[in-house]
Every structure is written in structure tokens, then in C-alpha cells.
């Protein structure tokens, strides 16, 4: 049973940061892309990161280049997503996802994933 858990999310003040963990279980997450999607209230579900598989090549939305860096420890089977300066926009649910990938470079689309945790919500608020 292939399942994705997300976590760490949480309320921080605007500057701060959090680091937000997937876990994978039922599968090696070496072999597939993961990437990071957020869904505010009121706005359709944004790519904002991706990692490829193994070598790790990485992508980001123009919205959190600079601010937002993804990493993977397959040792762990857990891939982060590190937020930093945050702001009031970033809050939203964010989620993880998980497929093979067809193509070397990871994708910021939905449809490229198959597989989705739950879900973690950041909020960033004074």
C-alpha cells in the first residue's frame, strides 16, 4: 500500500520558518519524483517544488524560488521541504505527492502524480 504522510506544518509569524516532512511507506522513494503542492482557500492547487528521482535534480514555482528548498534522504524514504522567509500568502494546505516518472526532470503539474498524502496546513500570520 503505497501512502505518503505529511507533517510539520503549523502557525508561524511572517519571516519564520518550518521545515515540512513526506514520509513514504510501501514503496522506495528513490525511484520516484515527489513533488510539493499548496491549496489556498478561494485558489486552485499550485505546484511550488519537485525533486527527480535519485540524482535529485530539483524545480521550483517562481513564487518560492529562493525562499523554499527541497531535499530527500532515501535513507529515511522521507523527502523536507525547507521554508524560509515565509509570508502571508504561503498559507495554505500543502501536500505531497508521489509518481514514477516518465521524463528525468520532475514535474510541477497535478496530473504527473498519482499518489498524495493528506495533507498539512501552514498558516503565517502576526
Known amino acids: 500500500q503505497l501512502q505518503l504522510v505529511e507533517s510539520g506544518g503549523g502557525l508561524v509569524q511572517p519571516g519564520g520558518s518550518l521545515r515540512l516532512s513526506c514520509a513514504a511507506s510501501g514503496f522506495t522513494l528513490d525511484y520516484y519524483a515527489i513533488g510539493w503542492f499548496r491549496q489556498a482557500p478561494g485558489k486552485e492547487r499550485e505546484g511550488i517544488s519537485c525533486?527527480?528521482?535519485?540524482?535529485?535534480?530539483?524545480n521550483y514555482a517562481d513564487s518560492v524560488k529562493g525562499r523554499f528548498t527541497i531535499s530527500r534522504d532515501n535513507a529515511k524514504n522521507t523527502v523536507y521541504l525547507q521554508m524560509n522567509s515565509l509570508k502571508p500568502e504561503d498559507t495554505a494546505v500543502y501536500y505531497c505527492?508521489?509518481?514514477?516518472?516518465?521524463?528525468?526532470?520532475?514535474?510541477?503539474?497535478?496530473?504527473?502524480?498519482?499518489?498524495w498524502g493528506q495533507g498539512t496546513q501552514v498558516t503565517v500570520s502576526s
Open positions: 525533486i527527480s528521482k535519485r540524482s535529485g535534480g530539483t
Open positions: 505527492a508521489a509518481d514514477i516518472p516518465l521524463f528525468s526532470e520532475c514535474s510541477l503539474y497535478q496530473s504527473a502524480y498519482n499518489y
